[in-house]
């Protein structure tokens, strides 16, 4: 009996200091000493799905670019960390068919138009708005505590930006966001 209560103790504790950490990212973003930067854009997102390669293989999931952008100005360990939770949730919310993600960037006179979609699981039409407020998740799991969006929502705010959720033609999610040519 004693075990058991030390195994719900820790496990306890191991959730309260992983949400103890992505507060504080939360609470951190925009608060860095970071400069805006040009970088080149598919290095950005490359180095980004390299973080992901296990995962990517043990899971048969295939990342597709279609990137009419080579370069732009971005604060880029935020622009790199927005990537890495949309590209994890299409991984943690994947349905039972192999995972295929699709990244694309298109240049508008006056802004820079990112679409991320997957054939994932999904957001019903009635959460396409809450999934951006913090600590919402729609699916209760000890790998999510509803605070990924709501960290990207900020990142793409802070590139003078906006995100948002539409329909999938594929099914699964289609997160789209734009942000302001920044200089």
């Known amino acids: 009996k004693r075990d058991e209560y030390f195994d719900i103790i820790i496990a306890s504790s191991n959730e309260l200091n992983r949400l103890i950490d992505n507060l504080l990212e939360y609470s951190r973003t925009g608060v860095l000493n970071e400069e805006l930067e040009e970088v080149h ?21 295939e990342i597709t670019f279609d990137l009419d952008v080579t370069y732009l100005h971005v604060y880029p360990i935020l622009f790199k960390r927005l ?32 679409e991320v979609s997957d054939n994932g699981i999904g957001i019903p039409d009635n959460q396409r708005e809450n999934i ?44 789209i966001f734009k942000i302001a040519k920044l200089t």
């Open 41 to 61: 854009l598919s290095e950005i997102i490359e180095k980004t799905v390299d973080q992901f390669n296990a995962e990517l293989d043990a899971s048969k999931a």
């Open 132 to 175: 951006f407020k913090i600590f919402n998740t729609l699916v209760k799991s000890e790998d999510s505590n509803g605070i990924g969006l709501a960290v990207c929502k900020k990142i793409v705010e802070l590139h003078g930006g906006q995100i948002w959720v539409e329909p999938n033609e594929r099914k699964g999610t289609k997160i």
């Open 83 to 114: 990537f890495t939770n949309l590209i994890s949730n299409a991984l943690k919310y994947r349905s039972e068919e192999d995972p295929l993600i699709r990244i694309s960037c298109k240049k508008n006179s006056d802004y820079f138009l990112f």
